[in-house]
């Protein structure tokens, strides 16, 4: 089992930056993806940005340019930078963690509690 451990989130006026960070510990499975999905009242759960286990990163179109994903591989944690932020990013923002048991290779998502960011106009 793996255990997902989020901070960060706020509330902060339009303009402002907020950063997110998710620790993941528990593992025993190599990583095949980390990163962060939103779901704002009344809407579907969307992707926000994912980082691979060699390095490439996915973002939403409505956040590119604005908003960075990173992660620490000793410390099994991911950070999101949310930059120039804006009322519509309002959500609870949710750390995603996909991994492969070392034991059998087979591949289990995990994800956090989640974390509220207000961004208030």
């Known amino acids: 089992q793996v255990q997902l451990v989020e901070s960060g989130g706020g509330l902060v006026q339009a303009g402002g930056s907020l950063r997110l960070s998710c620790a993941a510990s528990?593992?025993?499975?190599?990583?095949?993806?980390m990163g962060w999905y939103r779901q704002a009242p009344g809407k579907q759960r969307e992707l926000v940005a994912v980082?691979?286990?060699?390095?490439?990163?996915n973002y939403a179109g409505s956040v590119k340019g604005r908003f960075t994903i990173s992660r620490d591989n000793a410390k099994i944690t991911v950070y999101l930078e949310m930059n120039s932020l804006k009322p519509e990013d309002t959500a609870v923002y949710y750390c995603?963690?996909?991994?492969?048991?070392?034991?059998?290779?087979?591949?289990?998502?995990?994800w956090g509690q989640g974390t509220q960011v207000t961004v208030s106009s």
């Open positions: 528990g593992s025993p499975f190599s990583i095949n993806a």
């Open positions: 980082i691979t286990s060699d390095g490439r990163t």
């Open positions: 995603y963690y996909s991994g492969r048991r070392y034991s059998t290779q087979i591949s289990y998502d995990f």
